[in-house]
């Protein structure tokens, strides 16, 4: 199986703060890295596909960059609906594993 | 409109079987593979395997294969989850989602079995 290590596991943060989330590949995977977003007692939203790719609806202050195995997810301007819990998740090969999550908290 | 709607909350003991599903709409259910997904309580996301409605083919992740059963019914257009056999560590919130090219892009609300003599 392919393992996906997330970090920061936690991260505390002001509405307006740029934040970045890093997720690295336990092999190469292209660009075959997809990012969610979970909050309490809802399923998962996808935000992010292809690694880069904006979901429809999904606000431009989401992106996503990277190719092989290191991958970022970053928040340009904090907003009080983007605290949640982050999952990455590789598609390149099955069983399609994610990462342990980041919980992102208002500091 | 996409949807995806799964089957109520479940209470069983262990040793007891169950079937939960997960009924699309709003798009054609055949041409869209299928993943169910685990979440163990206060935990994160696993991946369960995943089934394509048109041919039934399925891909489990290995861990979850032989102790569980994933199928579909393209009639109904409703994909199922099933375990023969129940165990505690079973209790968890389990989500379908379609899977739209690399990604899961829609998801169904979960399903919470509860596990417990």
């Known amino acids: 199986d392919i393992q996906m290590t997330q970090s920061p596991s936690s991260l505390s943060a002001s509405v307006g703060d740029r934040v970045t989330i890093t997720c690295r590949a336990s092999?190469?995977?292209?660009?075959?890295l997809n990012w969610y977003q979970q909050k309490p007692g809802k399923a998962p939203k996808l935000l992010i596909f292809?690694?880069?790719s904006l979901q429809s609806g999904v606000p431009s202050r989401f992106s996503g960059s990277g190719s092989g195995t290191d991958f970022t997810l970053t928040l340009s301007s904090l907003q009080p609906e983007d605290f949640a819990t982050y999952y990455c998740?590789?598609?390149?090969?099955?069983?399609?594993?994610f990462g342990q999550g980041t919980n992102l908290e208002i500091k | 409109e996409v949807q995806l709607v799964q089957s109520g909350a479940e209470v069983k003991k262990p040793g007891e079987s169950l079937k939960i599903s997960c009924k699309g709409s709003g798009y054609s259910f055949t041409s869209y593979w299928i993943g169910w997904v685990r979440q163990l309580p206060g935990k994160g996301l696993e991946w369960m395997g995943i089934i394509y409605p048109g041919d039934s083919h399925t891909r489990y992740r290995p861990s979850f294969q032989g102790q569980v059963t994933i199928s579909v019914d393209k009639s109904i257009s409703t994909a199922f989850l099933q375990w023969s056999s129940l165990r505690a560590s079973d209790t968890a919130i389990y989500y379908c989602a379609r899977q739209n090219g690399e990604s899961l892009d829609y998801w169904g609300q979960g399903t919470l079995v509860t596990v417990s003599s």
């Open positions: 092999q190469s995977i292209n660009i075959y």
């Open positions: 998740q590789q598609s390149y090969s099955t069983p399609y594993t």
């Open positions: 292809a690694a880069s």
